[in-house]
């Protein structure tokens, strides 16, 4: 087999996720046979440094020799059961392990099997608390640009309009307040003016306000101080509204900390997790609450409130497993405290492209980096020709927009850095 005949075979039958299949007349589909560590290897040879890990889901590596041995073991015991009724080992040392490393309180553990059903899950558990207890609060307060997934609750909550503007007919009604428009405490400031009027405004009628810690991933990389979470999270809790913490992204050390919400100091009533939580193995996610919200749910049957929400797939023993031994690994390998020396080498890496003139902004946040170009209009594709060049240069890069970015696997060297930074320079400064 070859690239050629894997890639004529796919176009026959298979819609890919994000594209317009139109480009794949020009751009060729790259089908990958193994991967090992950082790196992807095609059929012909090539090998790509995954600097984005495959979506940011992969922590370890690819092909890990732990992980592997380790789902490999529970292959032979159970592949899946029934979640309802029945549990397991791996979900329930794994339930153990994340309320131990969890921001305080959150004590439950509610599973699903991506990140967009988390969000739904954490959505409805949310209203649903409150209904339970009287109260009908039938809005949900995001933050602009912010990404929570593309099912249609995930959907309404975010505020990417690539991904939103079509379906909005179709939507629920929500409501967004401003994010801070960069880094610096000052933009905090002023958008925390705003949220403190929208939360006026709809006294009692907000059941939550969703936000992903820090960094926007999806929405191009922006970035935020943590103080606007710190003072938003106050205000919240003295107006009755949860808080739900969309750490799908960034959750798992990506900002440095374990938990973006840690380096916030804030505690919130929901956590949703999934990506790096099986270090990009198998589908998996959780909602992290509080044993106050659960206790909203708790009683005879015949009240009727149950949280009453499943998915086939519900704790799959194989993804439970995957994800005990990427807690494994951060316990054994110290992977936080070597991660440091990682983001400082990225961050004195990421310095050389202030250099280029079409560079606007360099931003970087822990093992999250970013390059946002300047003088390029959204028609121009700048995402696309710097995906082409980099790929024939053996680095998988996806820009968003005009946004080069980095989120690499934790296993990544020095010298891989080196190389990834050095072909992203280069496909910048081919545009000039
Ligand atoms: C990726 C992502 C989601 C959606 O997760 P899927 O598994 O792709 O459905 C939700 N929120 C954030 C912040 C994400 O980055």
């Known amino acids: 087999m070859n690239n050629e005949d894997f890639i004529r075979r796919d176009l026959k039958h298979i819609w890919h996720p994000c594209t317009q299949m139109k480009d794949h007349e020009s751009l060729p589909l790259i089908p990958i046979k193994r991967g090992k560590g950082v790196y992807l290897y095609d059929y012909e040879g090539n090998s790509y440094i995954d600097a984005i890990s495959s979506w940011w889901v992969n922590l370890f590596g690819h092909s890990n020799a732990y992980i592997n041995s380790k789902i490999k073991e529970q292959l032979e015991e159970l592949e899946h059961v029934i ?12 339930s153990e392990r994340l309320v131990k490393i969890a921001p305080k309180n959150l004590n439950k553990c509610f599973f699903a099997d991506n990140g967009s059903s988390a969000v739904e899950v954490a959505i409805k558990m949310s209203f649903h608390y409150h209904k339970n207890r009287g109260e ?3 809005y949900f307060l995001s933050l602009t640009n912010s990404y929570h997934g593309e099912t249609l609750g995930a959907l309404a909550v975010g505020d990417v309009g690539l991904y939103k503007d079509t379906y909005k007919e179709i939507l629920i009604k929500t409501l967004q307040t401003p994010v801070p428009k960069d880094e610096s405490i000052e933009s905090a400031k002023e958008a925390l003016k705003d949220f403190e009027k929208i939360v006026e405004r709809y006294r009692g009628e907000i059941s939550a306000f969703i936000f992903e810690p820090l960094v926007q991933c999806a929405g191009y990389m922006h970035m ?3 103080y606007f979470l710190k003072e938003a999270a106050k205000i919240c809790k003295k107006e009755g509204i949860h808080l739900i913490a969309d750490e799908i992204a960034v959750g798992f050390g990506r900002t440095g900390e374990m938990f973006a919400c840690d380096t916030a100091e804030i505690s919130p009533d929901f956590m949703a997790l999934s990506k790096g939580l099986t270090g990009g193995y ?3 996610s959780v909602v992290m609450t509080t044993d106050e919200v659960y206790s909203a749910f708790y009683c005879d049957y015949l009240e009727m409130k149950a949280f009453l929400h499943s998915h086939s797939y519900t704790g799959n023993p194989l993804a439970c497993t995957a994800a005990n031994a990427v807690l494994d690994i951060f316990e054994k390998e110290n992977v936080l405290e070597k991660n440091r020396e990682k983001i400082d080498y990225i961050h004195q890496k990421l310095q050389q492209f ?4 079409n560079v606007k902004e360099i931003r970087q946040r822990g093992m999250i980096a970013a390059v946002e170009l300047k003088g390029y209009d959204f028609k121009e594709r700048v995402n696309l020709k710097i995906f082409k060049y980099a790929t024939k240069n053996e680095v998988l890069l996806r820009p968003l927009g005009n946004v080069v970015y980095f989120m690499p696997p934790y296993v990544i060297t020095n010298s891989e850095i080196d190389k990834m930074m050095k072909v ?3 496909a910048c400064e081919s545009l000039l």
């Open 136 to 138: 009908i609060k039938p």
């Open 83 to 94: 979640f309802a009724g029945f549990t397991h080992e791996p979900i329930v040392k794994l």
């Open 354 to 357: 202030k250099d280029l003139p």
């Open 224 to 226: 935020y101080h943590p």
């Open 424 to 426: 992203a320079y280069k």
């Open 282 to 284: 198998l589908p998996l």
